[in-house]
């Protein structure tokens, strides 16, 4: 590589190969950076440009369901009353208005108008998009209970627990077994 002298100083000298046209200055490099930068990061940046254009889009949330919650947190909410198959199997015609209220609790709609209808509604919701929608309707003739409907109320906890408990245990066969207390039981039995 040749060496130059300039002022006490040494440089080398490369030998570069010479730009693409003319030189206009530091406008120039400017715009050859900015060429080469788009040039480089030109795949990223339209998969940027498509993901932006695209984010209002429903197909995004149906695919992509995650690019909506880098968003803003939304709290997971239990809303209106929440009612289960053990505490419909309670209700019996001819109630008071006062047993249907222990029972299933102050209803989350009662009517100015309707006096003689309750409505208990019940909805979940995760994210922002209801998962859990559920409407129970009780109606009176005068004070007493005269039917009601509404839509199918889910197993109780313990209902669900017991469940579980009985499909992750299975049978126990050492809870079909006497032990020593019963062997000796059934051996004094014997005699």
């Known amino acids: 590589m040749p060496v130059a002298e300039r002022g006490g100083h040494r440089a080398i000298i490369a030998n570069y190969p010479p730009s693409r046209g003319p030189s206009r200055g530091a406008e120039s490099d400017l715009t050859s950076v900015l060429y080469r930068l788009v040039r480089r990061a030109g795949p990223a940046l339209a998969v940027v440009a498509v993901v932006l254009a695209a984010g209002g889009c429903a197909a995004v949330e149906t695919y992509v369901p995650a690019v909506r919650s880098l968003g803003v947190y939304k709290l997971d909410i239990n809303q209106g009353n929440y009612l289960t198959a053990d505490m419909v199997a309670k209700l019996k015609e001819g109630q008071t208005r006062a047993q249907v209220r222990s029972i299933l609790g102050t209803p989350l709609i009662t009517s100015a108008f309707r006096d003689d209808r309750w409505d208990y509604v019940y909805e979940f919701a995760r994210q922002g ?3 859990e929608h559920r409407a129970f309707t009780v109606f009176f003739v005068g ?10 109320a889910p197993p109780s906890m313990a209902e669900v627990n017991r469940a579980k408990l009985d499909k992750s245990m299975g049978h126990i066969p050492s809870a079909e077994d006497p032990g020593f207390l019963g062997w000796l039981k059934d051996l004094w039995g014997r005699w």
């Open 143 to 152: 004070d007493s209970l005269a039917w009601w409907q509404g839509d199918e």
């Open 129 to 131: 998009k209801v998962l």
